[in-house]
């Protein structure tokens, strides 16, 4: 792992961008750039990471450094964690990086399978546990957690990244019941279709789907920022109503007062 640092603060803060050389996570680098936030990129390829960072320093003028790191890494990643927690200027925290895959469960490879949730799920909660505290002392601050439509349509793909997905989602909310009263803003993006280079990891060309239902990294970043500027705490940037997801948020918490009980449901017919 190599980290880059020159101190020249942004009032906004930095933001912290996890999957940062391409694709999504590239877009926000460049959308929070163009906010006034100085920028840390995260990611395993240097080269991709330099070329990103001297782009848009010339376009906003922004401070712009890159960490390259694999956060599948052990070592990378408690380095990544060491950078989150000692850093004052870092007041954003946005947890792209991750992997899919579209093959089914039992034609999956299990050492693959087993690396997704440590990526997708041990890497994401790690750096989130990181960077709280020290959002919490302020009293301000950020973090984006990067989820999947997947989380809500686990048939659609693989399940283990359906799950991973889940989880994400899961620990957004949560994430949420804890610090919403501490002024930090948290949100979970879950992006349909996008075009990038995921489908490729994940074995599907993108050219395998309908272009009706993929979406631009772009139009996703801009319209989840969007969201996030809306205080939005679940954002699917292709839902046409909000209505239809606080719908299904409201049936899930009507379920509280029954999910608990001493004794079985009548419906099961068992003996009292």
């Known amino acids: 792992m190599s980290h880059v640092s020159t101190i020249r603060n942004s009032p906004l803060g ?5 999957g940062a050389s391409t694709g999504i996570g590239a877009v926000y680098a460049d959308r929070m750039a163009r906010r006034g936030y100085d920028v840390i ?38 380095a990544v964690e060491q950078v989150l ?4 200027r870092i007041s954003l925290l946005v947890n792209n990086a991750g992997v899919g895959a579209a093959t089914p469960l039992v034609d999956s490879d299990a050492d693959k399978m ?44 693989n399940g283990v990244y ?3 997905k889940a989880y994400v989602l899961a620990f957004t909310q949560s994430l949420h019941h804890e610090l919403a009263n501490k002024g930090i803003k948290v949100q979970a993006v879950l992006p349909g279709a996008i075009a990038t280079e995921f489908w490729d990891t994940a074995g599907v060309p993108i050219s395998n789907l309908p272009s009706e239902i993929v979406m631009s990294a772009e139009h996703l970043v801009d319209a989840a920022l969007a969201g996030y500027d809306q205080g939005e705490l679940v954002t699917l940037p292709s839902l046409p109503d909000a209505a239809d997801w606080a719908a299904a948020d409201n049936a899930r918490k009507a379920l509280a007062p029954n999910l608990s ?12």
């Open 14 to 18: 930095t933001a912290f961008i996890t």
């Open 41 to 78: 990129l995260v990611a395993r390829n240097r080269q991709r990471l330099d070329a990103l960072a001297d782009r848009i320093r010339t376009e906003t003028g922004r401070h712009v450094e890159v960490i390259a790191a694999d956060l599948a890494n052990t070592a990378d990643l408690r």
């Open 85 to 88: 927690r000692t850093d004052t």
């Open 114 to 157: 087993d690396a997704m949730i440590a990526l997708n799920i041990t890497s994401l909660t790690r750096l989130t546990k990181a960077i709280a505290p020290a959002l919490i002392a302020r009293g301000s601050g950020g973090i984006i957690n990067i989820s999947s439509i997947v989380a809500v349509a686990p048939e659609l793909l």
């Open 162 to 164: 359906g799950g991973s």
């Open 261 to 272: 009980h001493a004794l079985p449901a009548k419906r099961f017919g068992l003996a009292a």
